[in-house]
């Protein structure tokens, strides 16, 4: 099993920027790709950025320039730095993991944390 607990979300005016954090333990040895997804009140969760296990990432187009995801494998963490926040980009913010647990593809999720983009 592998274990995703985000932290860093909070209340900040649009131009700012925040520092999100997920932190997996676990079995982590067996983690490849980390995604950002977020879900705006009353929409549906979308994904925001990843990374795969070589460092790879990709953007969605509504944050790319904004927004850098990286990842530290010596501290089972990925970032998502934040700049020049907008109040659409006001949601929960859900880290998620794709990991090989015992041979099996799973797919895991932490509990969010919430940003909030006052104009």
Known sequence: QVQLVESGGGLVQAG????LSCAASGSTGGINGVAWYRQAPEKQREWVAGINSGGSTAYAESV???FTISRDN???TV???MSSLKPEDTAVYYCNAEAV???KYMNYWGKGTPVT???
């Open 117 to 119: 983009i006052s104009s």
């Open 74 to 76: 010596a501290k089972n």
């Open 79 to 81: 970032s998502l730095q």
């Open 101 to 103: 647990v015992r041979g």
């Open 16 to 19: 700012g920027s925040l520092r």
């Open 64 to 66: 790319k320039g904004r």
